[in-house]
């Protein structure tokens, strides 16, 4: 029997680690299309044919591209795990709460994982985020909805901030007593805990001191990207006539469209309805037609692969070009790495002050950090580590499996008698 499943349940990807009494964890490998990997895709695609199928992960990727344009392609829908205002998807002419998406996500994760997941764990250790992304987001909501996805494990669910679970991995490392920061850019949400390390071999070797979130992370740095470049040729701050007045296209739509968890749901009857109207009453037609393109042709998945692209060249180059085609649209864009990083320094302003704020709750100054563990993709953006070198200085960094540490980690912890003090 395994004695603990460690679950990162990310926004972008979701990790899976096995601990047995006595033994390191170790991660769940997918064979996925193209290449075996511990990472897997946390997206959706539903297609219809004498029926409604749904694939997971990576698999769904191969879905949507074998036939986009009949497919519904969901991504990031964790982000709407504590919003009150989200209540289903339509997908299909069917509703799909968040539990039902959660579902069938698992289900298809536990299905591609080769029989690793066919033992039942005796504790299941769930990633949290310490902050929810969203407007005003409701813990409580989340924990509901949780608990209906993972109810189908049948074994104890524990729910520890993900920076925790990053920091318990982390500490294996240290040979060394210290304080130790830990920050975890994700998807949807940037997370920091403060955890003491003592030495090795005592009987609690992490005591965790405090923790703060955001809900700001790659996901919002990608919005940055859609905002510059895509969205004002899809008619951004344009105007349609109502009557015998000139009124500005409601913001709504564009908020909606570079966000990954709610732009393949903009494909719903409703919404193109109102957005062909608007394209009969634009002032610019053209540019309504062009998102009503991208929507129909169900080309999110192609526009985030684009951003995913430019964001990853800019980590290692100055320079960089964003390329999207489809329906039609081609947008080309020399983009610097400081012009990327001035879209994005009002972010970088709150995720520091949200460092500051574990800090305070920790009851800890930055001269009492002795390391600073780096976890999460975004970590790997210059400007965020940039944040943490000027601060902490470049020899307190470390870094690595920036998406798989989280998983250990919790795994580790599922194997600790008082995991209780661990949960949030």
């Known amino acids: 029997m395994t004695d603990a499943l460690g679950l990162d349940f990310g926004t972008t990807n979701s990790v899976v680690a096995l601990a047995g009494e ?6 769940v490998e997918f064979a996925a299309p193209g290449e075996t990997s511990a990472v897997f895709r946390s997206a959706l695609c539903f297609w219809e044919d004498a029926g409604v199928h749904v694939e997971a992960g990576p698999w769904a990727i191969a879905e949507y591209l074998e036939y986009p344009e009949g497919s519904r392609f969901i991504q990031s829908f964790k982000s709407v795990a504590a919003s009150a205002t989200f209540e289903h998807a339509s997908i299909f002419d069917k509703r799909y709460r968040f539990e039902d998406l959660g579902r069938r996500f698992l289900d298809k994760l536990v299905a591609h994982a080769g029989g690793a997941l066919d033992d039942r764990p005796r504790r299941v250790v769930i990633g949290r985020p310490v902050e929810y992304a969203g407007g005003r987001p409701d813990p409580a909501l989340a924990r509901q909805r949780y608990d209906a996805m993972f109810s189908g494990f049948g074994a104890e669910l524990h729910y520890i901030y993900e920076p925790l679970g990053a920091a318990y991995s982390y500490a294996t490392r240290l040979t060394d007593p210290a304080t130790i920061l830990v920050a975890d850019f994700g998807g949807g949400t940037s997370d920091f805990s403060v955890v003491r390390v003592g030495p090795p071999g005592t009987a609690r070797r992490c005591t965790p001191l405090g923790h703060a979130g955001i809900g700001i992370a790659g996901d919002r740095f990608d919005y940055r990207i859609v905002d510059r470049l895509v969205l004002p040729i899809l008619g951004k701050g344009g105007t349609y006539r109502s009557f015998d007045k000139i ?20 494909r719903n009857r409703r919404t193109m309805e109102a957005l062909h109207k608007l394209h009969r009453t634009a002032t610019d037609p053209q540019a309504i037609g062009r998102m009503i393109a991208i929507i129909e042709h169900e080309l999110g998945y192609p526009l985030y692969d ?6 990853r060249a800019l980590s290692t180059g100055d320079n960089a070009r964003f390329e999207f085609a489809g329906a039609g649209i081609e947008i080309e864009a020399a983009v610097k790495r400081t012009e990327f990083e001035s879209w994005i320094a009002d972010d970088l302003v709150r995720i520091e002050a949200t460092v500051d704020r574990a800090l305070a709750v920790a009851g800890v100054t930055e001269q009492e950090i002795d390391r600073v563990f780096l976890t999460g993709g975004s970590s790997l953006i210059p400007a ?12 307190t960094i470390g870094s690595g499996g920036e998406l798989t540490s989280i998983a250990q980690g919790l795994a580790l912890i599922g194997q600790e008698d008082d995991i209780a003090a661990w949960s949030a």
């Open 247 to 266: 009124l500005e296209i409601p913001r709504g739509y564009f908020t909606d469209f570079a966000d990954w968890s709610r732009l393949a749901l903009m």
């Open 384 to 395: 965020v580590r940039a944040l943490f070198v000027a601060r902490f200085g470049d020899a």
């Open 22 to 27: 006595g033994r390191e964890p170790r991660l």
């Open 306 to 311: 684009a951003v995913g692209r430019l964001k």
